[in-house]
């Protein structure tokens, strides 16, 4: 499982030029799911990202997660996290999950997080998405499991 966290002071999403989601402070998480992942690195990331200390104090210290300032998190399913170019210019993603068992790996990393606290607003799995975010400092931190 791979996730790209980007610190943001908003974002919306939209499918076929319809907002379906959007959030104020907080962050937005694109979610790519890999071949053999499960519920273990699923409770891990969820876990890793509500806790994840990337935000300012008043020391410009990174100091504070979105539970502690009660930001949100917008989640997008991103199979193209496992894209491989390694070989030729056209990337394989023979290494992303089955798109059943992504989705289901997917709604219970989102719910992992509700489970924190933390709202969270999502993707449509599948879709073509429009994102428009406004980063912050630029943060952005790479995980994986």
């Known amino acids: 499982m791979k996730l790209v966290i980007q610190r943001v002071s908003q974002a919306e999403l939209g ?3 319809e907002r379906i989601a959007a959030i104020g402070r907080g962050l937005v998480v694109y979610v790519g799911i890999g071949q053999g992942d499960g519920e273990e690195a699923v409770r891990y990331l969820a876990r890793k990202v509500a806790n994840l200390r990337i935000f300012e104090n008043d020391k410009g210290k990174l100091d504070y997660s979105v539970l502690d300032r009660g930001y949100e998190i917008l989640s997008v399913s991103q199979f193209t996290l496992y894209g491989d170019c390694r070989h ?7 290494g992303a999950e089955e798109p059943l ?5 997917y709604e219970q990393f989102n719910e992992e997080l509700r489970g924190f606290g933390v709202t969270v607003e999502t993707g449509r799995f599948g ?11 630029p943060v952005t931190i790479l995980a994986e499991r």
């Open 15 to 17: 499918v076929n030029g």
């Open 88 to 94: 030729g210019n056209r990337p394989d993603f023979t």
């Open 101 to 105: 068992r992504a989705r289901a790996l």
């Open 127 to 137: 879709a073509e998405m429009q994102i428009r975010q406004v980063n912050e400092g």
